[in-house]
């Protein structure tokens, strides 16, 4: 089981097949990746619904208004829950020499590899995506 791994298959299959909106199983972390995802514009918009169980994130996926190509290219989980890829500060890393973005999970919370260099933190890998 890995709820990350299902949550970036889900976006990618939903991607592949060029669906407007996807639903997901919410978790903080899910959460967290998907506003990184709309505050870096890969993402139109999100929405998260709760229910007494568990909750789900409506996700409303992004193309361009004339070719009909997806905003998000590729995106790839890097650390997995049975080989976890950590980083230090000094060497995060730089996903197509800065077009793309790696999400990581750090102390401070889930951020862009951009925004840990700013703050000079590591952590966690969690995907690219570019």
Do not use: W
Not at 85 to 108: E, F
């Amino acid at each position: 089981m890995d709820p990350i791994g299902d949550f970036l298959t889900k976006l990618r299959n939903a991607i592949k097949a060029h669906h407007r909106i996807v639903e997901i199983p919410s978790s903080s972390i899910k959460k967290e990746m998907t506003k990184v995802l709309h505050d870096k514009g890969y993402i139109q918009n999100y929405k998260f619904e709760d229910d007494k169980v568990q909750g789900k994130i409506k996700i409303a996926l992004k193309y361009d208004s004339f070719s009909k190509q997806p905003a998000i290219v590729k995106i790839e989980r890097v650390s997995t829950p049975g080989l976890r890829k950590y980083v230090p500060a000094t060497n995060l890393p730089r996903v197509l020499n800065g077009l793309g973005i790696a999400i990581l999970s750090t102390s401070k919370g889930v951020m862009t590899d951009k925004e840990a260099r700013e703050l000079n933190v590591g952590g966690e890998v969690l995907c690219y995506v570019y």
